[in-house]
């Protein structure tokens, strides 16, 4: 049983230039009775 959805999201900083895309089209899923983690360094691409 699908408990999270999550399609074409999106999160832009700053503009022009100095635009960072955080996140860029991303979509997944989490089913009932899964563990999820979302890791990384900070900043990074």
């Known amino acids: 049983m699908e408990i999270v959805r999550v399609e ?3 999160k832009y900083y700053g503009k022009g ?3 960072v895309k955080a996140l860029d089209d991303v979509s997944f ?3 009932k009775g ?3 983690a ?3 360094p900070s900043g990074s691409r």
């Open 8 to 10: 074409n999201l999106k």
């Open 34 to 36: 899964e563990f999820v």
């Open 17 to 19: 230039d100095t635009c």
């Open 29 to 31: 899923s989490i089913e």
């Open 38 to 40: 979302i890791v990384g």
